[in-house]
C-alpha cells in the first residue's frame, strides 16, 4: 500500500515483488504493480556493487503509470481534473567516494501524455512530450540513524538537463537539500532544514513546476498547495524524548521469524515550524506559507515512524496530522 502525497484519500494499493541476491552477487530485482490512485507497473534492478571493490553502483529502473494531475495553474485553466499518461526508463551510474560521499549520473527517458488541451501543461501542441534527460548528482550523508537522526549531516544537490532542445523541450532543474542534527544539551535535541528546487529556461511545462503541498508539505497547513517554478523550504524543530529507547522482543510468538518480531521502541516529543516559499523571479511575485505546532513521534525501529501533530497556520486554524516516517 502506498500513501500518494501523504493524504489517506490517494492511497495505491497491489503487488510487490522482490528478489534479493539473485545471482550470488548482492543485486536485487523489484517488479510492482499497483492499482487504487496512479495506478502503475514498474521494474527495478539494483546492483551496488558493480565493480570488486564495492565503489560503484548502478540502478536501472522503468515504469508507466496513469497519474492525477498536481497542478493547480492547469486544474484551474482546466475547469476541472484530469490524469495524464507517465512512462519513464531511468539508469543511473554511481561512485562512492568514501563512506559518506558519493557522486552520480544518471540518463532517462521521458514520456508525458494528456488527452485534454491545457495550455502549458505539455508543451508539445499533439499532447505528447517525450524526451531525454540527463543529471548529475552529489550526496554526503553522515547522520547516525537514518530512520530518525538525532546527530550529523545530510547535503544533497542534483543539476538535470531535460530536452536538449529535442522535441521543442529545454529547460533545466537544479535541487538542493541541507539538514543538519545536533543536540542542545543531554535531552533536548533539535534538526533544521534548508531545502530549494529551482527550474531554468523559457518554456517549462506544468508538470515540471516546484509545488509545496505535494511532496513537500508545510505543517499547519498540511493540504495547501502553492505553485510556481522555483521553491524555497526551511523547517525547524525541537524534540525530547519521553520514553528512551528499549528494546521489545517477541520472539516467544511461533511461526512469525524472530527479525520481525524484535523492535527498538522510544516516545519522542516535538514542537517545530516549517516556512515554505515559491516563486517565479527571485524574490519577486512570490507566494508564502508558514505554519508551526508540537507533536509525538513514536519509533517502532528499524521499520517506521509514526508521528500525530497539531498544526497551525498565521490565522491559528488548527489541523491533526497523522504522517509516517521521520519530518526530515
Do not use: W
Amino acid at each position: 500500500m502506498d500513501i500518494n502525497e501523504r493524504d489517506y484519500k490517494k492511497i495505491s494499493y497491489g503487488l510487490y515483488l522482490v528478489y534479493k541476491n539473485f545471482r550470488g552477487r548482492n543485486e536485487t530485482i523489484y517488479g510492482s504493480i499497483s492499482f487504487g490512485y496512479n495506478p502503475s507497473y514498474g521494474f527495478t534492478y539494483l546492483n551496488p556493487n558493480l565493480s570488486n571493490d564495492g565503489k560503484y553502483f548502478l540502478r536501472f529502473s522503468t515504469s508507466s503509470s496513469k497519474k492525477r494531475n498536481r497542478s493547480i495553474t492547469a486544474e484551474t485553466q482546466l475547469g476541472y481534473q484530469f490524469d495524464y499518461k507517465h512512462a519513464v526508463a531511468n539508469l543511473i551510474l554511481g561512485k562512492r567516494l568514501d563512506r559518506f560521499n558519493k557522486i552520480y549520473c544518471n540518463l532517462s527517458f521521458n514520456y508525458f501524455e494528456v488527452s485534454d488541451s491545457i495550455p502549458n501543461f505539455i508543451i508539445n501542441q499533439n499532447g505528447i512530450d517525450k524526451y531525454l534527460q540527463f543529471g548529475l548528482g552529489y550526496e554526503y550523508d553522515k547522520r547516525d540513524l537514518i530512520q530518525f537522526p538525532k546527530q550529523g549531516e545530510y547535503l544533497l544537490f542534483n543539476s538535470t538537463l531535460n530536452g536538449l532542445g529535442f522535441n521543442s523541450i529545454n529547460h533545466q532543474t537544479a535541487k538542493f537539500d541541507l539538514r543538519y542534527y545536533d543536540n542542545l544539551s543531554e535531552k533536548f535535541f533539535y534538526k533544521l532544514r534548508f531545502l530549494s528546487r529551482l527550474t531554468f529556461g523559457n518554456k517549462v511545462p506544468l508538470y515540471d513546476y516546484s509545488i509545496i503541498g505535494v511532496d513537500e508539505k508545510i505543517r499547519g497547513n498540511f493540504f495547501k498547495r502553492i505553485e510556481d517554478r522555483n521553491l524555497f523550504i526551511s523547517s525547524f524543530e525541537i524534540f525530547y524524548p519521553i520514553i528512551n529507547q528499549f528494546h521489545l522482543d517477541l520472539t516467544f510468538i511461533p511461526i512469525i521469524p524472530d527479525k520481525l518480531l524484535s523492535y527498538r521502541i522510544a516516545l519522542f516529543f516535538h514542537s517545530y515550524i516549517d516556512h515554505g516559499t515559491v516563486f517565479r523571479e527571485f524574490l519577486k511575485r512570490q507566494q508564502s506559507i508558514y505554519g508551526y505546532g508540537f507533536g509525538i513521534s513514536f519509533l517502532i525501529l528499524p521499520y517506521n515512524v509514526i508521528r500525530f501533530e497539531f498544526g497551525f497556520d498565521k490565522k491559528f486554524n488548527k489541523e491533526i496530522i497523522f504522517d509516517l516516517g521521520t519530518s526530515f
